[in-house]
């Protein structure tokens, strides 16, 4: 069993910064990609940034330059910096995972963590 636990949310001002953290837990061998995903309300889920587990990089156009993903293998923590928050960030940020489990040869799966609520407003 594999768990995943995000944390930093809250509530901020425009302009204000937020750092999220996602801590995976449990029967672990090893982790590839990890992954942040926001979920607005009324709108579909959508990948914010990803990581790679030698540490290369990707982000959707419209966080490019404002949030950074990053990562540290030693602690299965995947975090993601957000600075100049704009209220269009609000969301419910979700993190996954890329899992090989311990135990069992080469078996991988996809685990999600149960999100936390980014609230920009003045």
């Known amino acids: 069993q594999v768990h995943l636990v995000e944390s930093g949310g809250a509530s901020v001002q425009p302009g204000g910064s937020l750092r999220l953290s996602c801590v995976a837990s449990g029967s672990i061998a090893s982790i590839a990609g990890m992954e942040w995903y926001r979920q607005a309300p009324g709108k579909q889920r959508e990948l914010v940034a990803s990581?790679?587990?030698?540490?290369?990089?990707g982000y959707a156009d419209s966080v490019k330059g404002q949030f950074t993903i990053s990562r540290d293998n030693a602690k299965n923590t995947v975090y993601l910096q957000m600075n100049s928050l704009k209220p269009e960030d609000t969301a419910v940020y979700y993190c996954?995972?890329?899992?090989?489990?311990?135990?069992?040869?080469?078996?991988?799966?996809?685990?999600w963590g149960q999100g936390t609520q980014v609230t920009v407003s003045s």
């Open positions: 990581i790679s587990s030698s540490g290369s990089t």
């Open positions: 996954n995972a890329n899992v090989r489990l311990a135990g069992v040869p080469n078996i991988w799966r996809l685990y």
